[in-house]
T-cell receptor, first 110, second 115 residues
């Protein structure tokens, strides 16, 4: 059965204090690993798709990396506007839907 | 803005009632997915439609049903509502079924409150 575990559950950072969020996954045949950002009461906003181990993608202060067992979302010099819940999801070859983790709630303090 | 639209934004109704949630996918997307997000469970997949046909079912209750119309918009019908059905309901769309690129784009959601 597909499984996604995100850690930590919550993270508080000072503005400018870099850190990483972790997503550990188990899936039978990885089609893709996805990162989304979700603000309270809003729909998840697509950030990245990673397809194979060793792949990296960057967008502004965010960088996502992928290994065979986990993915990291690195946040460099975060700003208060980066505060949100970051969701990791996987899609296996046996299913078309996304299987989500419970997210990491990030708070960046000015 | 993802290009996926959902109506209504908020819905408040009583136990035992029936409601319909509506979703229009991004232009060109043929697949529509419905997800439920509650405080204690995170995002859970309910059902997928592709070009008008049901393609996959997740943790969808028998009291819930969905359909996708020829213009590709989709409706999620929730009946005999219970307090525990209170949640955010999201629709997502993607280009195809199992077709590259695989990412799904989410709508703004409908917040359902059952009293």
């Amino acid at each position: 059965e597909d499984q996604v575990t995100q850690s930590p559950e919550a993270l508080r950072l000072q503005e400018g204090e870099s850190s990483s969020l972790n997503c550990s996954y188990t899936v039978s045949g990885l089609r893709g690993l996805f990162w989304y950002r979700q603000d309270p009461g809003k729909g998840p906003e697509f950030l990245f798709t990673l397809y194979s181990a060793g792949e990296e993608k960057e967008k502004e202060r965010l960088k996502a990396t992928l290994t065979k067992k986990e993915s990291f979302l690195h946040i460099t010099a975060p700003k208060p506007e980066d505060s949100a819940t970051y969701l990791c999801a996987v899609q296996g070859y046996r299913a078309n839907n996304l299987f989500f983790g419970t997210g990491t709630r990030l708070t960046v303090i000015p | 803005d993802s290009g996926v639209t959902q109506t209504p934004k908020h819905l408040i109704t009583a136990t035992g009632q029936r409601v319909t949630l509506r979703c229009s996918p991004r232009s060109g997307d043929l697949s529509v997915y419905w997800y439920q997000q509650s405080l204690d469970q995170g995002l859970q997949f309910l059902i997928q439609y592709y070009n008008g046909e049901e393609r996959a079912k997740g943790n969808i209750l028998e009291r819930f049903s969905a359909q996708q119309f020829p213009d590709l918009h989709s409706e999620l019908n929730l009946s005999s509502l219970e307090l525990g059905d209170s949640a955010l309901y999201f629709c997502a769309s993607s280009v195809g079924q199992g077709a590259f690129p695989y990412e799904q784009y989410f709508g703004p959601g409908t917040r359902l409150t059952v009293t």
